[in-house]
């Protein structure tokens, strides 16, 4: 049987995400509660880091610890695959000494060869393309606070990156309406869009963009990776800032997000960002639940 792997959403159908949630909910009731729960124990996950993290690192770490089983951490620097090991080579050998192995690198054609290589699940850690395991985790914290985001409109003000890729994916698994507004020259490539999803719409206007929405969604101007272009991007991005006239636009109830880190007083205010309506901890605290969950059902399928 093909191995499962999680390299982007549209890997798992909607019924495996509301499995995998149910057993988030479960995991993290079981957390809080400090009851032991060990279906990994004895199991391993290599963690390969070519870009910075403190949240992926430290959630799927700690979840593996929790779960029972061990993490190792790999990084370019000491690895071979910073001396230029081929990544099919990594595949083979890394997958032959684990049970899991989680991703963080540059190209989505990086993590997809080393999965076509590997003979265990492989997770997306962040890719230059898609950012699959936060955005889950916010759908899952959408959830948790406002109840189904199906028929719903969320708001995306600022860079089309790989954040907002997954986002893409999302609304077309749970079935809400993206509102997407980026600005000059750093618009979203329609071509890595599917032809038949048509549950988005794209405005000049930022503010715009937050109308009537029941989330507003915002993440840094310049992605790792992309530093070089930090300057030309704070001058492009003016006037893309998530500030309180926009959330104002948004319905009352409306909730912020981001995937953090932040720049409070570039692409979100303070006033945003630590205020009433943003659930940014709550985002990534999820990160421990939902991925807890994903390792459970990549290493060792259904439970219940
Ligand atoms: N949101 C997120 O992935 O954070 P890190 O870069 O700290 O892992
Ligand atoms: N878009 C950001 C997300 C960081 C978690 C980046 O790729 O750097």
Partial sequence: MAIKHFL?????????????????????????????????????????????????????????????????YLNTRDSQLGRGEPVEDAGQVMSRMCDI??????????????????????????????????????????????????????????DANNMLYSWLQAAQIFDFHLNISTPK?????????????????????????????????TDVWTSMGYEAENQARLKAFDGWIVDQAKMSRALPDALFMHCLPAHRGEEV????????????????????HIQKALLEYLVIGRVA
């Avoid at 071509?191 to 109308?211: G, H, I, M, W």
């Fill in 101 to 158: 192995i989680m991703i963080r690198t540059f190209g989505q054609d990086i993590i997809e060869r080393f999965a076509a290589h590997s003979r265990v699940p492989v997770i997306n850690g962040l890719t230059n393309e898609h950012h699959p395991c936060q955005v889950f985790a916010d759908v899952f914290t959408y959830i948790e606070h406002r109840g189904s985001i199906a028929g719903k409109k969320v708001a995306w003000v600022g």
């Fill in 8 to 72: 982007q959403l549209a890997d798992f159908t909607l019924d495996e995400f509301n499995y995998v949630m149910e057993r988030a909910r479960i995991i993290k009731r079981k957390f809080k509660e400090y009851q032991i729960y060990h279906p990994l124990l004895d199991r391993t996950l290599v963690m390969v880091f070519e870009k910075n993290s403190t949240r992926t690192r430290l959630s799927f770490e700690a979840g593996m610890h929790q779960l029972g089983g061990a993490a190792i």
């Fill in 269 to 288: 205010s303070a006033e945003v960002i630590d205020g009433p309506q943003s659930v940014v901890w709550d985002e990534a605290e999820n990160r421990l």
């Fill in 185 to 217: 020259g750093y618009e979203v490539d329609l071509s890595r869009v599917p032809k038949e999803q048509t549950n988005y719409t794209l405005f000049d206007n930022p503010s715009d963009a937050c109308e009537g929405v029941s989330l507003v969604n």
